[in-house]
């Protein structure tokens, strides 16, 4: 039977409806396996940050520091101290350049006429300065109770100006707070090598402390040179090492530099964690 026109143009109408119905369906469903693609796409890989390599393990001779003190002394440091023991560190010749002691200029300045790394001071100072912010940052992530202390100045005439490293001192060490202060010695033949020379018998007696640096370092007569200003004030004197090559070469060369600086300061605080605990 022949359908009313009506009803075939409903017809029509309704295919159509269906048609695009299915049409919009597999568009939809293709944009959403598009957005699927790319959201599941992989982040891109970046290579992992190249590791520092580890610091030289102590050792005879020692690779990092170089020979130890040529004249030891036979001290033993045994009173305990607390395990949250205030410990300042100090950058030695830092207040007295331009003066009768402003440290050594190092054996690239002296001998290999090097400039010096910082116009108007010492290479020991700017070295000592270096290793004594790096104690005390890995110091203080370690949990030491442990701060820095810088004078004003790097001339300080009157060694009895109470901002010296040598006023502050005294002041700190009569308070109980351990006062190490950094100093590089002289290349050899004058230098001595690496070692901790101790405060004088009438400030303290010598602790853990001091006992773990000096197994780490080397230990100095406790009366060496007839007794210095520094431990005569409650100042321990670590020698880091003689600043001569190859351990000076490593310090001034940029690519070596910073590893150099955090192992000789790692050296030192393992000394200082392994005293106070």
């Known amino acids: 039977m022949r359908l009313p026109a009506w009803m075939r143009r409903r017809r029509f109408a309704s295919g159509l409806a269906i048609a695009g119905l299915s049409l919009a369906t597999l568009a939809m469903t293709k944009a959403a396996e598009q957005h699927n693609w790319l959201g599941t796409a992989e982040p891109s890989k970046k290579p992992a940050p190249k590791q520092p390599a580890p610091c030289p393990e102590p050792a005879t001779p020692d690779p990092l520091l170089g020979p130890r003190t040529k004249k030891p002394g036979s001290w033993v440091g ?43 001071i010492r290479d020991e100072l700017f070295w000592n300065r270096e290793v004594q912010a790096a104690v005390v940052s890995q110091g203080q992530a370690r ?3 442990i701060r820095a202390y810088t004078p004003p100045s790097i001339s300080i005439a009157n060694d009895d100006d109470p901002s010296t490293n040598w006023s502050k001192a005294k002041v700190f060490s009569e308070r109980g707070e351990y006062v190490l202060e950094i100093h590089f010695d002289a290349y050899r033949p004058q230098g001595f090598g690496s070692g901790l020379i101790p405060v004088l018998p009438n400030v303290r007696e010598l602790n853990v402390v001091d006992e773990s640096l000096a197994q780490a370092f080397g230990r100095y007569p406790r009366l060496f040179r007839g007794g210095l200003g520094g431990p005569q004030r409650g100042i321990g004197i670590l020698e880091i090492a003689m600043l001569e090559p190859p351990l000076e070469t490593k310090l001034r060369d940029p690519r070596s530099r910073e590893h150099t600086v955090n192992c000789l300061a790692e050296r030192v605080v393992n000394a200082l964690v392994e005293g106070v605990s």
Do not use: E, F
């Open 78 to 120: 045994r009173s305990p101290v607390q395990s949250n023991l205030p410990i300042v560190v100090m950058a030695g010749h830092a207040d007295s350049q331009g003066t009768a002691s402003p440290g050594t200029p190092g054996y690239a300045v002296d001998q290999q006429k090097r400039a010096p790394l910082q116009p108007g």
């Open 143 to 145: 949990g030491l109770n």
